[in-house]
Nanobody, 124 residues
Framework: QVHLVESGGGLVQAGGSLRLSCAAS????????MGWFRQAPGKEREFVAA????????RYTESVKGRFTISRDNAKNTVYLQMNSLKAEDTAVYYC?????????????????WGQGTQVTVSS
């Protein structure tokens, strides 16, 4: 069973940057899609970004395009979410997720494995 552990969350001022990491283990990731989701208080979990482990295709939700970048380090079995120009509305718990198969779905129900989440707080 795939095991995912996020790190890198914290408190940052608006306009600042953070890089989240998701260390993956106990699986063969070459055929997986890795995703980042977030959930703000009182709101549903929403899609942020996804990529094939091969790195050839990525997908972002509109509100983070041009500010967030998803990437991976194959040697470390780690996926990253670089977040720049952060806004107060980016405040949420961020979750890493994984699914088998090539499709970069944005629906959380399509993902099979989840990390425990890491809090990102952006002060305005």
């Amino acid at each position: 069973q795939v095991h995912l552990v996020e790190s890198g969350g914290g408190l940052v001022q608006a306009g600042g940057s953070l890089r989240l990491s998701c260390a993956a283990s106990r699986g063969t990731f070459s055929s997986y899609v890795m995703g980042w989701f977030r959930q703000a208080p009182g709101k549903e979990r929403e899609f942020v970004a996804a990529m094939r482990w091969s790195g050839d295709i990525t997908r972002y939700t509109e509100s983070v395009k041009g500010r967030f970048t998803i990437s991976r380090d194959n040697a470390k079995n780690t996926v990253y979410l670089q977040m720049n120009s952060l806004k107060a509305e980016d405040t949420a718990v961020y979750y890493c997720a994984a699914k088998s198969g090539p499709s970069l779905y944005s629906a959380s129900r399509q993902y099979d494995y989840w990390g425990q989440g890491t809090q990102v707080t952006v002060s305005s």
